[in-house]
């Protein structure tokens, strides 16, 4: 009996002994492995892609080339191809026009307005504009506003767009003349209580036609409106309390361009010029004579928005913007993604992808990790566009997208990534700055696994701080 316990004693001794052996001579990679979920390990849902820029050795790979939906890690993609293609001081412009002479401040045919694909302009840019032309001398514009969106296709939403997201602030429609990322705001007060709550739309001059239905007051419920199918009409629903300062709701508009040219004629106005005639759509003539350029911030500028904000608008104009430059306008989503794929095989990306929108709201988009990190290779490496598209990304519980995630943790400051979200699909793809001082391009990518994939990003990012000892894994 003695001897079967010194046996069986012995032998979890040699367990135990050939387990710790085991675990000192796990390989890092290895270690990054036991971090993947048990039940993505096998389900194809999540891939990952961790590359040293320091050694140019991959230190993990799982998954590395299957295609995924990226989200807004399309994002990543759109950016690298539009800083390489047109350059970080590239500007976009809108051009005004008059369709015939000025004589004794009166701008003769109409002004017209045509559009670049500018996706920064602001109402407070066309009140600027207003007011140059004013200090011109002009004081009467006769024959209305045209407005010129020829430069783009005029397909609005972009294929596998939801069309429950028609009217959704994230997902306007697209065109060449852009104001406030095609979107406006219905600001809402209380009244009385019982009463009809005010309201006022930002920007004034926007052609929409609001039908107030809400009321105040004090019983639970919040605000909401919606677009009448067909129509340039909003209806108000709901409650406001009275005991609230305002409420903003922000909404998609219908028409981007009848929208510029609305805001724009209002702007005109209110400097103090008389505008007889309506906004409508036109192609700017031969004989059009040129008023006034406005040039754009430039796009390294434009592309720290996109990424840092995360902003669908802008990489759709970008897409279309490729399109129009490379092959020609107008520029369409077709065209400009036949631009990205050209540039992505050009830098040496040899595995499958699919290149869709701008924004990666598509569900048609798919790319690969190991696409994702041999794009941000390329970004880091080329002395042009690098420091431009590094800044742009968030930084981890500092700003942008990542503002709030990481903070007080030892990936603040270390993590410049962007995030990517839409249904079940979550990305996080970026650099990160190891303790040793190396430069991690990592992509993460998954769908269908759910809101745990967060703490898996979490998990594997906060090891490869301590980076790196490369055993490289490949996994399924």
Known sequence: MRRFIFTSLHLVLVLIVSHIAFSANLGYSDRLFILIPKEARSN?????????????????????????????????????????????????????????????????????????????????????IANQIKMMGIKEIRGGIIVD?????????????????????????????????????????????????????????????????????????????????GSNAVVLNGRISPRRTSQALELAVVDPTLYTGGVFKRALEDSGIKVSGAVSKGIVPKWGNPVYTHNSIPLALVVNEYNKESVNVIGENLIKTLGAHFKGSPGSWETGAQVISDFLLGIGVDNDFRIVDGSGLSNLNRVSPKTMTDVLQYAYTNKLIGPDFVKSLPIAGVDGTLKKRFKSSVLEGRVFAKTGYINNVRALSGYALTRSGDVLAFSILSNGIGPQVKTFQSNILTELMDCCRSTAYRGN
């Open 149 to 229: 969106d020829s430069y783009f296709e005029t397909v609005r939403f972009g294929k596998g767009w939801k069309s429950i997201w028609r009217g959704d602030a994230f997902s306007p429609p697209i065109s060449a003349l852009t104001l406030n990322h095609n979107t406006f705001e219905i600001h809402v007060s209380p009244s009385r209580s019982g009463g009809t709550p005010y309201i006022r739309l930002d920007p004034p001059g926007s052609y929409i036609q609001v039908f107030n239905k809400a009321v105040t007051s004090s019983r639970k419920g919040g605000l909401s409106a919606h677009w009448v199918d």
């Open 44 to 128: 194809g849902k999540l891939g990952v892609v961790v590359k040293s820029l320091t050694t140019n050795e991959s230190i993990f790979e799982f998954n590395a080339d299957k295609l995924f939906i990226p989200a807004s890690n399309q994002k990543v993609i759109i950016s690298v191809a539009a800083l390489s293609l047109l350059k970080p001081d590239y500007r976009f412009t809108t051009e005004f026009y008059s369709g015939g002479e000025v004589s004794d401040g009166v701008l003769h045919g109409g002004l017209y307005v045509k559009g670049y694909g500018d996706p920064t302009l602001e109402r407070d840019n066309l009140v600027f």
